[in-house]
């Protein structure tokens, strides 16, 4: 009963330290009688008993090790491979330890070398790697784990585990077939020499009667055992092996089943010492050709007959000679009608002749193109087979301005068969080359008149949906527009007036949906003090009787019409206005003569883009300020008879007038009168009294010569200032 008790506590120590159960049975047992034969009495353990005990938990050996490939535990591994090896450890106290590694073969064995310690994932997990060589074939490799614990200065035994190397053999090579006369068939192949293959046994050859390829004869297996070939020829009939040099290749001559003059089908398979199959290497079937003929069937052209071995991959030739009126060749078959087995025609495609002479039929199909008939963009082209169900591909890579697809056709003018264009479309296609023509439908546009920033009244009324690409009359505001200190000036796409102005009458080419908003003109009272957007032309309204300065600097500004109501126009009412070609005017005191606006006898303003000769018309008696400014298209100017005044600016500004006669009625020239001109000559007549100057040089800065009839002309003139200061010529 004692020895039980003992037993028990024993294992119950040594389990908690973690031992293995065959372990723990093993060292209680021999712990029980040990510790009986030491007690000074039943329970109680002398010193001698306590040092057993605490050396038996200090103890630390292996436990097991494993040798991992790619996760999966190996006795015998290919070399080349790469190896993880797993070493678990009893280790009842936990101690700390240090580990080397060392092994029994030469480094060359390793082609990535172990550590020299293995790396300590815990007190009982060890692991390190390495990769074997092909110089480790055939080996154990066997590593030996030195264990040493500097806490305690003990050296533990130490232990040792191994991995055998053998790697698959190699395939045979070189394999070739043929007979001796007519009686004996052989196999003939090249056996493998690299160190991998050093333990080669034997080969296993299978061969099967293949004469007749649709009932070919049975499998036939014999392995040889390479270690008993000799250098003896045998006969039919038997199974001796006919060696070459340093048994590196063999013939062997197969026994009587294999028939005379029939052709055979052959495989070598190699083992090693250990079991290990090589590749199966093969060849096909030897003494049997078959012919590949092409026909155009229903076609014309012709490609010529090949002879290929049995089992060969026949390369099938392109149909590029074939042609038949309105299809293409979409692939062969070895059926007219198609039902046979089909191979590309495009000169990729191979077929094995194991069946028996073939003739490869043309089978024709058609293409389907695509046109966008008045429209742009493409679409491929693709091939069916003749009968086939072709899918119609979705028009959405056409185009053209102001219209959709509607359909596909086969006629451009829509008289053919129709296809859908959304892509669900099918044809079928047993007519030849096929072109699907874009059916167009004209998109429907619509006008818009907003009535933004009104007040009372209403949008015109009129045409609002227009097809693509049509042209639309812009309408008038027949429909009263007006809103707070605001009168109607014209439309813009913009609200505001920011985007392209229009005013009743204009035309523009519709592409799609357009929103046309009022533009105003801010008054107060009878006075234009803003106007929005960039108007070309303007139509001032009736009741409006002082347009201000509200015109000046619109750039964009063509034309313009006044109202009759009009009362006053500032100087420099339409300054800036470079671009301002035509005024027009319903004013009995602002008129127009000559394109340029008159008021009385005043000429108040000739627009920027007037070109060539302008003549001022007769009457007139003096040229406002800024009249002329930025008349840059005018290259003379005729000033009648009827003129006294020309006041200050007044041609300031004229860029291509290169002179100007000045008629013997003008009694005043005013400041700056011609500013930043380009006259360099001016024509003066015979006075008695010269007209008057300002006294701010009214002549072009870079200087003047001044053209007198009389060389008694130019003292009359210099004895005026400042006319003095100026130079002066004469005939």
Known sequence: MARGIVTWWVKKIFRAAGWPVRALELLAGLAALFLLAQCASPMTLNNTTKAFVEDGLTQLFVASSTFTEAGVAKTTVASGTSLTSQVTLVNPKNLNATYSLSWNVANTCFSALPPASPTVNSTTSLSFGFTLSSAAEHQDIVFTLAIFVPATGKTYPSQSFKVHCDSPPNAATNLSIGRDGSSKAYIEFTLPTTATDDDL?????????????????????????????????????????????????????FAPQVTSGHAYAYQVVLIDGIGQKSASSTVGASGIFYTLSYNNNGGTGSIAT????????????????????????????????GSGVSVASGGSGTLTMNSGNVTLCAQWGGTLSYNANLGTGSIAT??????????????????????SVSSWNTQANGLGVSVFSDGTGTLIMNSG?????????????????????????????????????????????????????????????????????????????????????????????????????????????????DIGTAFRNITSLTSVSLPSTLSTVVVQAFDGCTNLASITSANASYTVVNGALIHGTTLMLVPAKLTGTFNIPPGITSIDAYAFDSCNLLTSIVIPASMTTISGNGFSGVANLASMTIPATVTAISNFAFYNSSIANLYMPTVVTPATLGTSSPFPAGGITIHVPLTADIAIYQAVSPWNLYTFTSP
């Open 382 to 403: 693709t091939t069916w087979a003749p009968g086939a169900s072709a899918t119609v591909a979705s028009a959405a890579p056409m185009s053209r301005s102001g219209y």
């Open 433 to 545: 080359n096929v072109t699907l023509y874009a059916q167009w439908t004209a998109i429907p546009y619509t006008v818009t008149y907003s009535s933004s920033g009104s007040s009372s009244g209403t949008v015109p009324a009129g045409p609002t949906v227009y097809s693509a690409n049509t042209t639309v009359t812009v309408l008038g505001n027949t429909g009263s527009l007006t809103g707070t200190n605001l009168v109607f000036e014209g439309w813009s796409t913009v609200s505001g007036g920011g985007g392209t102005n229009y005013q009743q009458g204009d035309t523009f080419s519709i592409t799609g949906n357009v929103t046309l908003y009022p533009m105003w003109f801010t008054v107060s009272g009878t006075v234009i003090t803003a106007i929005q957007g960039s108007p070309t032309s303007v139509t001032i309204p009736e009741g409006v009787t």
């Open 306 to 337: 090949t002879t290929w071995a049995w089992g060969a991959s026949a390369t099938v030739a392109a149909s590029t000679a074939m042609s038949r009126s309105g299809y293409v060749v979409t692939s062969w078959n070895t059926q007219a009608n």
């Open 201 to 253: 046994t034997s080969a296993t050859l299978v061969y099967q009667d293949v004469d007749t390829p649709a009932t070919p004869g049975p499998v036939n297996t014999v392995t040889v055992v390479l270690s008993s070939l000799t250098a003896a020829t045998s006969s039919m009939g038997t199974t001796l092996t006919d060696l070459l040099s340093s048994v590196t290749a063999a013939k062997y001559y």
